[in-house]
Nanobody, 116 residues
Framework: QVQLVESGGGLVQAGESLRLACLVS??????????MAWYRQAPGKQRELVAG???????KYADSVKDRFTIYKDRAKNTLYLQMNSLKPEDTAVYYC????????WGQGTQVTVAS
């Protein structure tokens, strides 16, 4: 079973950047063969797709993060990243990593808080 561990969250000021990481294990699950995505859930709201990375390198972003966030994989580190620039208070949420290989696997989440 695929195991995912997120890291990189924290408290930042509006306009600053963060990079989230999602380590995929065990290494027998190559990140290249997985469809992966970042989701987020703010208090009182439903979990929503932030960015997805699909077969052939196709990416999809929520309208609210386009041109600010970038999703990418590092094959050598078997890690998925989410580079988040120009952060806004409305980006505050718990961010989750998801991998799909037949079924979905989720990480435990990492908190991102953006102060105004």
């Amino acid at each position: 079973q695929v195991q995912l561990v997120e890291s990189g969250g924290g408290l930042v000021q509006a306009g600053e950047s963060l990079r989230l990481a999602c380590l995929v294990s065990p290494r027998t699950f190559s990140i290249i063969g997985l469809t992966m995505a970042w989701y987020r859930q703010a208090p009182g709201k439903q979990r929503e797709l932030v960015a997805g990375l699909y077969g052939g390198g196709t990416t999809k972003y929520a309208d609210s993060v386009k041109d600010r966030f970038t999703i990418y994989k590092d094959r050598a580190k078997n890690t998925l990243y989410l580079q988040m620039n120009s952060l806004k208070p409305e980006d505050t949420a718990v961010y989750y990593c998801k991998a799909t290989l037949g079924r979905n696997s989720w990480g435990q989440g990492t908190q991102v808080t953006v102060a105004s």
